[in-house]
């Protein structure tokens, strides 16, 4: 068993100082993770990857004491859920009308931008990834993990547990149906 496994282990048995000996191990794999899924997002966005990181652990250890992860891959996989709905919860937040959601963009044709925006409608992305979830729920936590968490197709074929070859047919498959959900953008 690993460290990271060990500390999870203690962690779920109740030892709060565990906690404290996780982030070390984890927090540079974490940072890697939260930079890839900040890497589709515009460049003008409010959160950072160490701001991610520090939410997404704080939800993970800091809110739930009682959830148990089996291994190192069981946590990268939460970890990924947990950037993903931090991730569309700051969009929804951006487009509230509160916000200022509604407001129509003029375009400054004089002004050059700096760095091009994601073409992902997160939000779409997300309702698009909870229906899949509905039709292939593996299909749907392969693209989480690819997409949210940046891991490479034979890395997240070891954390689901299944050969390169599959995952590489559950991944062509998704990304299929969700260009076909989101209206092919």
Not at 17 to 32: H, N
Not at 42 to 52: K, Q, V, W
Not at 97 to 105: D, F, L, S, V
Request: include cysteine.
């Amino acid at each position: 068993m690993s460290d990271v496994t060990q500390i999870l282990s203690a962690i779920h048995g109740g030892d709060r100082a565990a906690a404290a000996q996780l982030l070390p191990l984890v927090y540079e794999e974490l940072r890697r993770l939260a930079a890839g899924n900040m890497a589709h997002e515009s460049p003008a966005h409010t959160l950072n990857a160490t701001a991610l990181v520090h939410e997404a652990y704080l939800r993970l250890i800091g809110s739930a004491p009682d959830l148990a992860w089996n291994h190192r891959g069981h946590f990268f996989a939460a970890a990924a859920e947990s950037m993903r709905r931090i991730l569309v919860d700051h969009a929804r937040k951006k487009h509230a009308a509160k916000r200022g959601g509604a407001r129509q963009r003029v375009a400054l044709d004089a002004v050059e931008v700096a760095a091009p925006e994601s073409g992902v409608d997160l939000l779409a992305l997300d309702e698009a990834l909870t229906k899949l979830a509905t039709v292939d729920p593996e299909a749907a936590k392969l693209v989480q993990l690819r997409y949210f968490s940046g891991l490479t197709a034979s890395q997240a074929a070891d954390c689901l547990g299944v050969s390169l070859r599959s995952a590489e047919r559950m991944w062509a498959f998704a990304r299929a149906w969700l260009l076909r959900e989101m209206g092919g953008n």
